[in-house]
């Protein structure tokens, strides 16, 4: 009898890690434009591995919103969600905060000194709160001059993050000239499609997502 108790605790599978990820970021965040309406962040999420771990994640998205308000309401929204009772589990997850940039600070009068502190701001109070982060950048348009100000921007944000150590995927540069990525924002009136938003995923995926986690990247 003792050795058949020894064997069956032998065979049960130990505590599971519980990470709880929230994501922050614009239109592009919910998909919009997607025929499959998974945008990259469901991508992303559906090539996670989930064995020996519960993993939650919840996307908190606002249209055509800057860093002076997603600095201004994040907390508000996404440490509540952190907070909440795990659905199934007593323990308190691991909290996983992903902010997803834009452009939009161009349209505004907001400079690109005041971007960074916003950023900074909210990467400070995330590490305050026992957060850690992962920054995707903004990703290129089709117009060239205005990429050119993009570049400027996603340079600053990347210092941002790194002088933190946090995360930071830059989607600006693989795709500035990237001709799958401008010929589905050609077809799709300025906004990813099908295969943008897979484009952004495989960034998100292989520019530091699993090592974020703390998870084995699968084998291909």
Known sequence: MEESTQDLRASMPGPRRHLRIVALG???????????????LGRVISKTPIEGIALEHYALAMPGEGTEALSERWQQE???????????????????LVVA????????????????????????????EGIRCLVLGPVPTLDTERNQRISELNAAYRDV????????????????????????????????????????????????????????????
């Open 26 to 40: 614009d239109e592009l965040l919910s998909g919009v434009g997607d025929p499959r309406a998974l945008g990259w």
């Open 161 to 220: 993050a790194s002088r933190r150590s946090h995360v930071y995927v830059d989607a600006y540069t693989p795709l500035v000239s990237h001709e799958q990525w401008r010929s589905d924002l050609a077809a799709n009136g300025g906004l990813p499609g099908q295969a943008g938003y897979g484009l952004m995923a495989w960034l998100v995926l292989h520019r530091g997502w699993y090592q974020w986690l703390g998870l084995q990247e699968p084998v291909a």
């Open 101 to 128: 940039l834009n452009d939009k600070d161009l349209y505004s009068a907001t400079s690109s000194a005041r971007s960074r502190l916003n950023l900074a701001n909210i990467l400070d109070r995330a590490s305050q």
């Open 78 to 96: 996404a440490v509540p969600r952190f907070e909440a009772p795990s659905p199934g589990s007593a323990e308190a997850p691991e909290r996983c």
